[in-house]
């Protein structure tokens, strides 16, 4: 590579300002800092079985005879057979 094609290279960037050049670290650092935070605050996906439906269904006299209690209490019986938490 020739001597003039380095120093072409070396500069910034005719579209981008000045400042950005020396920003970049501290937008990496930014960066650094905000991802884990930011995957540590999202939501984790709900299980499938909501719990508050769960316990409306085994507050009722029967939950079998519910239709709709009938999934989603065999799913947590069947959940809370394989050792999986409540949710």
């Not at 670290?25 to 935070?37: F, H, L, M, S």
């Not at 269904?57 to 065999?74: G, T």
Request: with cysteine; aromatic share 4%; charged share 20%.
């Amino acid at each position: 590579m020739s001597d003039k094609e380095e120093i072409v290279s070396e500069k910034p960037s005719a579209c981008a300002p000045p400042f950005l050049a020396q920003s970049k670290g501290v937008v990496k650092r930014i960066t650094a800092i905000a991802v884990p935070i930011a995957l540590a605050t999202t939501s984790i996906p709900a299980h499938a079985v909501d719990g508050c439906l769960v316990l409306l269904c085994l507050a009722a006299p029967s939950w079998r005879e519910i239709p709709q209690c009938v999934p989603p209490i065999r799913e947590v019986l069947r959940d809370l057979a394989r050792g999986r938490a409540f949710p």
